[in-house]
């Protein structure tokens, strides 16, 4: 039987490597802010097996917040929230966080969902094996009213700090926190060319896994391809 989410995947690969190229190498998202920030890794309350999970550990990392149809800021958007710590494993490579505007319960976070404030809920959507099984990955928030606009976005955070809860679940269970992000500052200029890939990027001790890894990965695979041929 056909994997029907990676014929999807490879089937949304052509347009989005044509708007790769009409966008200047962001397809998605193209409208963000890039920020400095803190990775805290405080462990869940209990130990999962998994070592970058348990691990305790503070990193300096690149956060950028965007919008996914890049409309103007009255409106809502599909919001995204990526992160890159620079050399998270121990080979040196670095490792990724793509988190997209959901809800947080059970269902709700299984689904995008529009809205204005940057600082609402995130998840990774995306299912991630392990060795205790499928796990989510997500940004829970503190402070509410937030612009998800750029500019005014990054004047918030030059006011004061965005802090999010770290959180992870298995299989539809309960939302266990394991540190906090911190956004501190951000970076000029506002939004260079930063790109992620949480596919190949994963955390380690979790693989990409399930129907929307598969769909990602011939999408994520097509961009790559236009940005190496117009960097070369």
Known sequence: MPDLADLAGRAVAVPLAALTRARGGK???????????????????????????????????????????????????????????????????????????????????????????????????MSYRSAVGPVQLAALPGRPGVPSDPAPLAAAVRSRELRFTLAAALEGGPWEPFGWLRIVQPLQPLDPEVHVDAVLHAPPGLCADGAMARFRRPAYAAARRVRGRRSA
């Open 27 to 125: 397809p998605m998202h193209p409208r963000g802010a890039l920020f400095d920030g803190v990775l805290e890794r405080t462990g869940p309350p209990r130990p999962w097996g998994v070592g970058w999970l348990d691990e305790r550990r503070s990193d300096r990392v690149l956060v950028r917040l965007s919008r996914g149809a890049g409309l103007p800021g009255p409106w809502p958007d599909l919001l995204g929230l990526a992160v890159r710590q620079p050399a998270g494993t121990p080979e040196g490579r670095p490792v990724d966080l793509l988190l997209s505007s959901t809800g947080r319960g059970r269902w709700t976070r299984l689904a995008p969902a529009v809205r204005r404030d940057a600082a609402g809920p995130y998840c990774s959507i």
